[in-house]
């Protein structure tokens, strides 16, 4: 943005009633450390689906391993709702990168809030250029983040 003068002044972070105006140092790397935590937390729920997937099969004998093909979302989507909406306010892998996902009030977010973000989050991968959007926005929001009510920063 300029001003009258020509000069460009950066313009300021907006201001969340529970958060107030987020420093420069809350959104520094955010977006880099939010692509290698989505790495980690993928591998996780992979382990847990396998872990899940081997265990109802040697149960039932086999009969349930091809029954259960929807098993990685639904993992997926209680997994992101509650490891953001618990006590650390991240999954694994956003605590594993110094990261935290709170409401734009700055509260702790809801499961129904966290569970939304991450079902955005991965319908989102089929239009991978609303990913773009963060580069736009002024607190590296993504379009999910945005729809869900919800604001990723470091911890601190």
Known sequence: MSNSNGWNTPTPAPVYPGLG???????AGVRSRR???IVFDL????????????VAGLLSFGLLWFVIPPLFPIIA????????????MGTWGMRMLDIEVRLTSG????FINAAAHAVLYYVSWMFPFVFLISLFEENKRCLHDILAGL??????
């Open 107 to 110: 509260q702790r977010a809801p």
């Open 151 to 156: 604001v990723v920063t470091r911890r601190g």
């Open 21 to 27: 105006r987020l420093p420069h140092a809350a959104l």
């Open 35 to 37: 692509m290698v935590a």
């Open 77 to 88: 989507f209680f997994y992101n709702g509650a490891t953001i909406s618990g006590p650390g």
């Open 43 to 54: 591998l996780f729920i992979s382990l847990l689906c396998f872990a899940v997937w081997l």
